[in-house]
């Protein structure tokens, strides 16, 4: 591995993990936008996923000692080298952001003061916009920026973008980081461990762009039945951990009902027509509305969603 800050340095407040694959059109403007925080100290842990391209090249372009970058020599999945990159974290206080992705200016400080003045509260995050591969923004994501409405999110929907979160290194530690069995929603699936015994807050701004790529992995038929499978299981810790309201726990069955319905779909162009209508069968009985589309759950949380 190479490290460009030397390991006696002062340790930073925030850590920042980028996982980069593939990622050299767009991670340069994504570190970029770390250089021009004004809030300086940092570091990021680029960890380069065996990419094909020249994403490592772009990486080592930079000389600020605060860029570390870790190259792997072979791809080990966005899981693993997320787990990596975590464990390389030396600051108070962790960010994420994507290789695809932007921070605004401001975003560090402000997710910073919020943290040292809210001891409580054990992950901040933000609203996002949504840019396309120009970097055009072409939508919005505005969650719930009351903490109670956000918590209970948790129970049917991941509302917590992950290029926008902020938190805490010791509390995340303590809950082992990052699942190592969960494949697409790794953050999901660490955003429901750590929100157990803790409580989450959102900064109603847009700190953050999510660039939305053209390729996107849910496409094949084998990652719709593993982004399924894998919703299946979240939304039922979602349910058996949190304390969610009669509300969310409604909303909660029907999440779980459409991804059933979702699996069975994909089931049937992948493996098995019983096995897929079966599944399709056991959503629609156990939640009937999830056939109705999503404006119920609009209309309930007044949102852009």
């Known amino acids: ?175 082992g980081g990052y699942p190592s069995h969960i494949i697409w929603a790794q953050d999901f699936g660490f955003f429901l461990v750590l929100a157990r015994n803790a409580k989450f807050a959102m900064i109603d701004d847009y700190l953050c762009q999510l660039r939305v790529l053209a390729g996107s992995m849910t496409r094949s038929r084998k990652n719709q039945i593993l982004v399924a499978t894998e919703a299946i299981q979240l939304f039922q810790l979602a349910a058996d951990s949190l304390p969610l309201s009669a509300a969310s726990k409604r909303l909660n069955r029907r999440s779980i009902a459409i991804a059933k319905i979702k699996l069975g779909v994909a089931s049937l162009r992948d493996s098995s027509f019983l096995t897929g209508m079966q599944m399709i069968l056991r959503g629609v009985f156990s939640s009937p509305s999830a056939l109705w589309g999503n404006g119920p759950v609009r209309r309930f949380f007044g949102a852009k969603f």
Request: charged residues 25%.
């Open 1 to 175: 591995m190479n490290q460009t800050i030397p390991v006696n340095s002062p340790t930073p407040r925030v850590s920042i993990l980028m996982t980069v694959y593939n990622a050299e059109p767009h991670v340069r403007a994504s570190i970029e936008s770390l250089i021009v925080q004004t809030f300086p100290d940092w570091e990021l842990i680029a960890v380069d996923d065996g990419s094909k391209d020249a994403s490592l090249s772009a990486l080592r372009e930079y000389s600020d000692a605060r860029v570390r970058v870790f190259p792997l020599e072979k791809n080990i999945g966005r899981t693993s080298a997320l787990r990596f990159a975590f464990e390389q974290a030396r600051g108070e206080y962790i960010a994420v952001l994507d290789a695809d992705d932007i921070s605004s200016p401001d975003r560090l400080v402000r997710q910073v003061e919020y943290l040292d003045c809210h001891t409580e509260v054990a992950l901040v995050a933000s609203w996002a916009q949504l840019i396309d591969e120009q970097g055009k923004v072409f939508d919005e994501l505005a969650f719930p920026s009351d903490q109670d409405e956000l918590m209970d999110c948790l129970g049917w929907t991941n509302p917590i973008v992950h290029s926008s979160v902020m938190y805490r290194n010791k509390l995340a530690q303590e809950v």
